[in-house]
């Protein structure tokens, strides 16, 4: 079945330090992939996606490349600040029946000044 | 602000007892999704409502329904509570739910502890 795999958290890093979080999927065919980030007390927001392969999500110094022959979507960042202290989510849909989102386990960032 | 709104915000109660969380998708949205979000199982699909109708199930037990009523809004029922069923739960909506590329928008939850 269709399944995502996160890096295990959590990732401490000191603000301005490069940033990558792990993610490989298992699906048949082309699924969307997600990132999305999950700030203290609150709701998932989407931070980025990619619809095929090749493509790239970005959005607010965040970036994303759907790569279909390793079946990865490694969300990464050029400098980290302490506001991108969340967790985040590696998560595929794939249109059969329905559009559910099927997530990852989730990874703890952790940004000190 | 996502759009989405959910009550309550948090709810305890007992085992054994029967609860209602109500979710208001954003206005247009046809789709409504719960998911449920828990220390040891993560995030995980329970079932989408597409303009009133079921349209998938994840891992929702027996003992949980949903509906969604013709405004649009919808409702998810957990009977005879256990303990395991402590949890976050995430009401989510989209515009269509026939497209995997669609964005969902997510609620801020409801904290559900089972006493």
């Known amino acids: 079945g269709n399944s995502v795999t996160q890096m295990e958290g959590p990732v401490t890093l000191s603000e301005e330090a490069f940033l990558t979080i792990n993610c490989t999927y298992t699906a048949t065919g082309y699924p969307s992939l997600f990132w999305y980030v999950q700030y203290p007390g609150e709701g998932l927001q989407l931070l980025l996606k990619a619809t095929k392969a090749d493509d790239k999500g970005s959005n607010k110094g965040f970036e994303a490349t759907y790569r279909k022959e390793t079946t990865s979507f490694h969300l990464e960042k050029g400098s980290v600040q302490v506001s991108d202290s969340a967790v985040y989510f590696c998560a595929l849909s794939k249109y059969q029946a329905g559009t559910a989102l099927i997530f990852g386990k989730g990874t703890t960032l952790s940004v000190s000044s | 602000d996502s759009g989405v709104t959910q009550t309550p915000k948090h709810l305890i109660t007992a085992t054994g007892q029967r609860v209602t969380l109500r979710c208001s998708p954003r206005?247009?949205?046809?789709?409504v999704y719960w998911y449920q979000q828990s220390l040891d199982q993560g995030l995980q699909f329970l079932i989408q409502?597409?303009?009133?109708?079921?349209?998938a199930k994840g891992n929702i037990l027996e003992r949980f329904s949903a509906q969604q009523f013709p405004d649009l809004h919808s409702e998810l029922n957990l009977s005879s509570l256990e303990l395991g069923d402590s949890a976050l739960y995430f009401c989510?909506?989209?515009?269509?739910?026939?497209?995997?590329?669609?964005?969902?928008?997510f609620g801020p939850g409801t904290r559900l502890t089972v006493l």
């Open positions: 206005s247009g949205d046809l789709s």
């Open positions: 409502y597409y303009n009133g109708e079921e349209r």
């Open positions: 989510a909506s989209s515009a269509s739910g026939t497209s995997g590329t669609d964005e969902q928008f």
